[in-house]
């Protein structure tokens, strides 16, 4: 388990990946997590985190992004337009 020494709350801030058939994937970063070992860490937030077990957790959860080989953090400003594309399919959805 990660301990972090403090999280800092950001806005305009994405991980970004892709599957193995190409599609983009994209996380929106809700904090950055400074590690014990001064790592930074981008977190995203557990969407219905509060339904998930609300008797024994009723707090939202920020975890780390999945592992992988190839994504990176993005500010908005650096999102090519297929993941900006992908980014408004989103939205659209919620």
Same mark, same amino acid.
């Given at each position: 388990?990660?301990?972090?020494?403090?999280?800092?709350?950001?806005?305009?801030?994405?991980?970004v990946?892709?599957?193995?058939?190409n599609?983009v994937? $994209?996380?929106?970063?809700? /904090?950055?997590? *400074? @590690?014990?070992?001064? &790592?930074?860490? !981008?977190?995203?937030?557990?969407?219905?985190?509060?339904?998930?077990?609300? $008797?024994?957790?009723?707090? /939202?959860?920020? *975890? @780390?992004?999945?592992? &992988?080989?190839? !994504?990176?953090?993005?500010?908005?400003n650096?999102?090519?337009?297929?993941? $900006?594309?992908?980014?408004?399919?989103?939205? *659209?959805?919620?």
């Amino acid at each position: 388990m990660v301990s972090y020494k403090q999280i800092i709350p950001v806005t305009d801030w994405f991980y970004v990946d892709s599957s193995e058939n190409n599609d983009v994937i $994209i996380y929106h970063i809700a /904090a950055w997590g *400074l @590690t014990e070992e001064n &790592s930074v860490i !981008g977190l995203i937030s557990v969407q219905d985190a509060q339904n998930w077990n609300p $008797i024994s957790n009723p707090c /939202a959860r920020l *975890l @780390t992004v999945p592992p &992988s080989r190839t !994504g990176m953090y993005k500010h908005k400003n650096e999102l090519l337009d297929r993941e $900006i594309k992908k980014l408004e399919s989103e939205r *659209l959805q919620e």
